[in-house]
T-cell receptor
Framework: TQLLEQSPQFLSIQEGENLTVYCNSSSVFSSLQWYRQEPGEGPVLLVTVVTGGEVKKLKRLTFQFGDARKDSSLHITAAQPGDTGLYLC????????????FGSGTQLTVLP | EPEVTQTPSHQVTQMGQEVILRCVPISNHLYFYWYRQILGQKVEFLVSFYNNEISEKSEIFDDQFSVERPDGSNFTLKIRSTKLEDSAMYFCATGSNTEAFFGQGTRLTVV
């Protein structure tokens, strides 16, 4: 069973601050997705990274896939209250090509 | 923007009853998935479906569960005899073999 460990589990920051969320595993992933989930709703796909070392930017969000494809990070610049939510990483492995393994999530709260 | 649509949004059922959860996938998506999330826990994979057959399933997806795409559009998850521990949010997802787009979920409450 592949495990994805996310850290921190909870993060509370002031508006305007920067933050980084980490997603780590001992397994190699063929692709990794970041989702954001609001209470009572389904996860919303933010980005997919596939290539080791890949960096993708989505406005103030920067996603990086580790060179060995075992870890990933999400960096938010100048956080806003609207960024508040549960951020989930989820990966596909070569042996389980069609089942996403989800991390437990990082609950981000951005205070105005 | 196309989205995955799930019905019902909330279902309450008595233990031992059968339930069918429905999903309308994004058109032209070929891969279909069901996931569930017990309150306060991780999102867990149940089953993937491609080319009208199950391609992968988890240990959770036992004989009480089944999936089908009866009319080529709706994708359904059936639980034959619900148990209390089946209470969860059930998410349908559709997409490619590298990423998945999730519906809003069906909250199933077994009493």
């Amino acid at each position: 069973t592949q495990l994805l460990e996310q850290s921190p589990q909870f993060l509370s920051i002031q508006e305007g601050e920067n933050l980084t969320v980490y997603c780590n595993s001992s397994s190699v992933f063929s692709s990794l997705q970041w989702y954001r989930q609001e209470p009572g709703e389904g996860p919303v796909l933010l980005v997919t990274v596939v290539t080791g070392g890949e960096v993708k930017k989505l406005k103030r969000l920067t996603f990086q896939f580790g060179d060995a494809r075992k870890d990933s990070s999400l960096h938010i610049t100048a956080a806003q209250p609207g960024d508040t939510g549960l951020y989930l990483c989820a990966g596909l492995t070569p042996s389980s090509a069609r089942q996403l393994t989800f991390g437990s999530g990082t609950q981000l709260t951005v205070l105005p | 923007e196309p989205e995955v649509t799930q019905t019902p949004s909330h279902q309450v059922t008595q233990m031992g009853q059968e339930v069918i959860l429905r999903c309308v996938p994004i058109s032209n998506h070929l891969y279909f998935y069901w996931y569930r999330q017990i309150l306060g826990q991780k999102v867990e994979f149940l089953v993937s479906f491609y080319n009208n057959e199950i391609s992968e399933k988890s240990e959770i997806f036992d004989d009480q569960f089944s999936v089908e795409r009866p009319d080529g559009s709706n994708f359904t998850l059936k639980i034959r005899s619900t148990k209390l521990e089946d209470s969860a949010m059930y998410f349908c997802a559709t997409g490619s073999n590298t990423e998945a787009f999730f519906g809003q979920g069906t909250r199933l409450t077994v009493v």
